[in-house]
């Protein structure tokens, strides 16, 4: 055998190891359209907030109207919950149509690996909410779905991994300016999600 055609088996080889070790059935798309319903809620809670002629100057201070708070919170959970099913609805379809078996090892790891961060940071932005540390809910977001990122990224794409970066960057940013929670929130969920979602597109759906 040639040193080209070990070559090649070689890249064969490893390139079969790493897809039976890593989840590679995540949409690009889901990514974009999680970005989009971000965009959206942002906009609405933008809306709630400064009201039809609202400007993006500074505040050194955050919302602190319990009834605006939650109508945030809900929205928030609406964005989650079409992010979620978007993505699982389109993750599904992917692998079907890879003939690629969803609920694999790989991927058992990189909801355990994910879940972890997110459900800390669930109930500790919960705890924040009722008792009215309000400025820090967006960053505690933003920090706590970069961990998961990082943390999941080990079992999947590394792109993944410098999603993850980026939204704990813009976390610890959206402290030192608590009056741009939303601007924040629809940077690291919106443009920063499409953004990825795009990449992955171009890069694994084609």
Same mark, same amino acid.
Do not use: C
């Given at each position: ?6 070559? $090649? @088996?070689?890249?064969? *080889?490893?390139? !079969? ?8 059935? &995540? %949409?690009?798309?889901? +990514? ?31 919302? $602190? @109207?319990?009834?605006? *708070?939650?109508? !945030? ?8 919950? &079409? %992010?979620?099913?978007? +993505? ?31 459900? $800390?940071?669930?109930?500790? *932005?919960?705890? !924040? ?78």
């Amino acid at each position: 055998m040639e040193e080209k055609e070990i070559y $090649t @088996e070689l890249n064969s *080889i490893r390139n !079969l190891m790493e897809r039976s070790a890593k989840f590679i059935s &995540l %949409s690009g798309l889901s +990514g974009i359209l999680a970005g989009v319903y971000a965009l959206i809620g942002a906009g609405l809670g933008y809306y709630i907030v400064y009201g039809p002629y609202g400007g993006l100057q500074y505040r050194n201070y955050y919302v $602190t @109207e319990k009834e605006i *708070i939650w109508q !945030l919170f809900f929205i928030a959970l609406a964005v989650l919950f &079409l %992010s979620l099913t978007t +993505g699982i609805l389109l993750t599904l379809k992917k692998a079907n149509k890879k003939g690629q078996n969803v609920w694999n090892p790989s991927s058992k790891k990189l909801l355990i690996n994910m879940s972890i961060p997110l459900f $800390t940071g669930g109930l500790f *932005i919960l705890i !924040l909410l009722l008792r009215g540390y309000y400025g820090v809910i967006a960053p505690a977001s933003l920090l706590f779905y970069g961990l998961a990122l990082v943390a999941a990224s080990h079992y999947t794409f590394e792109d993944v991994k410098w999603l993850g970066l980026l939204e704990i960057i813009l976390g610890l940013l959206a402290t030192l300016m608590p009056g741009y929670g939303i601007v924040f929130w629809s940077l690291g969920f919106g443009v920063l999600h499409i953004i990825y979602g795009s990449i992955m597109h171009f890069k694994y759906d084609r």
